[in-house]
Each structure stands twice: as structure tokens, then as C-alpha cells.
């Protein structure tokens, strides 16, 4: 990719987590390496730390030398940009990656935390379960998510905010427990933010919740009790997108303007 800055180019590519960026001002050409760390578990990306390694090649020429702290500031701020360009893609979780009977509950699945549900059928604590196919509805595959005990509270924990954009909601088990309708609660530092309608197709054929929860760090199912404490669904494809932060691109924006401002005058004196 390549961006222009007046009369300066910048052209960065990425390889294996690095980005690499290649900056020219006329006659004087600079290329700086910045490492851009990340880290996931599954299909979650998360930028946890930008550092500039090294400089890996410098060449002077007749306009004399750019200002480091300029370089430096320019490509962080780029790599914040391409890191925030990456984070609006949507993360789709369809559990194909899970066997069976596994209990997502305490496993840190895909970087998020499942947690424990309240007291579902029969007073027995809900938890979230990949569970065997027999009376189960996925969307996408053989494998989706279900509160076991049909718990009818149970939530989902990120550990950045995100955008919560939806998932598919199934039938779970025997018709008579079926729950008839489920919604969603979104929260942001603990404190509930937003809130979904009741969606009540609930049966054999999966059908997309869209929740448009956005900038929330957590989220909490809540489905209608229908037999003993508990009403059961299936979840699949849980779609979210990671949220950009466009204040640290702004910081480093104004920094770079400052900085330019400050080499320019410098120039001309």
C-alpha cells in the first residue's frame, strides 16, 4: 500500500506480523522496521504492543536529514491506522474447532470468557456446552454453543471492546424446552449499555439476532424460562468486530503535525 504525505511517500507492506515501511522525501530515503506484536487465541486479533526495532537503512541526501522523532512518529502512526483498518473485519466464532461435550465455561475459548450461568432446570447452574449433534441446530457446520441446564442469564466477556454485530439462534433440545424468545444485554464497565428486543423465532431453523451492540466489553443472553427454571437455545457464528480507538491515531497525528511544523521552520531558517 502507498500513501502520500505532500511531497513524501510512504509505502509499508506486512509479512508475518511485521510491518515494514519504506519513506521518501526527495532525495532522502529512509526505511524504518516497525514490529507489530499480536496475539490471539483462535480467530481474535488484538495489537498488544507497537515498538520501533531498528532502522534499517538511511541514506542522505541535498534537503539534509529528517528529524528521527519525525520517522518515528509517522510510522506509528500508520501502524495504528493499519492495525484499526484490521480490527473492523468481523470475527465470526462457529465452534467447528471444538469437539463435542466440550464445556466452553473457565476455557478462555478464543480469547473471551465464558462464564458461568444462573440456576437453570431443576436449580443446576448453567454453563456454556458445545454439546453432541442429537437435537442440536447449528447454522454453520455440525457445532454451536448452548446454555447448558437452560440457564436463562449467561454471558460472554471480551477482553477489548467490541462491536457485538449478532449470531444465529436455534432450537436446543426436546421441543417442550425450547425457550421462546431470548435478547441481549450490553455492558461496558459493568454497567449495562444497551439492550436488544425480545427475538422469538425460535425453533429447527437457525435465524439471525442481529444485536448491533456496539463498544461493549461484555454481554449477557437472557432467555424465557419455559420448563422447571429453564429454557434452552443454541447459538452459532457469534459475529463481532474489535473497536477501533481513533484517539490514539489522533495523538499521534498531532504529534507528526507538530513535529513537521517545528522541521519546516527549522528549514527555512
Known sequence: MRMKFAEKNLTWTQVSGKIFFDLSMGSISKHILVSVRLFGMNQLLKASSIQVLTKVGYRKGKRGTMNRMLLIVVCLALTV?????????AVTL????LA????????????????????GYEGNQGYWLVPVSVDNYPYSGEKSAINAWGCTLIGIAF?????VLGAYFAAQGDEDSWTDAVRVHGYRNASEVALTDWFTDIDTQPD????????????????????EGGGWYG??????????EPATLTVFA???????????RRRNS
Open 81 to 89: 491506522a493499519a492495525i484499526e483498518a484490521r480490527a473492523v473485519m
Open 94 to 97: 462457529d465452534f467447528e474447532d
Open 100 to 119: 463435542s461435550d466440550t464445556v466452553l465455561t473457565g476455557t478462555g475459548y478464543a480469547g473471551l470468557t465464558w462464564e458461568w450461568g444462573n440456576n
Open 159 to 163: 477482553p477489548v471492546n467490541v462491536n
Open 208 to 227: 439471525w439476532l442481529q444485536m448491533n451492540l456496539n463498544n461493549v466489553d461484555r454481554i449477557v443472553i437472557e432467555s424465557v424460562p419455559v420448563t
Open 235 to 244: 447459538m452459532d457464528d457469534l459475529t463481532f468486530e474489535l473497536v477501533p
Open 254 to 264: 498531532l504529534t507528526g503535525l507538530a513535529l513537521i511544523m517545528r522541521h519546516r
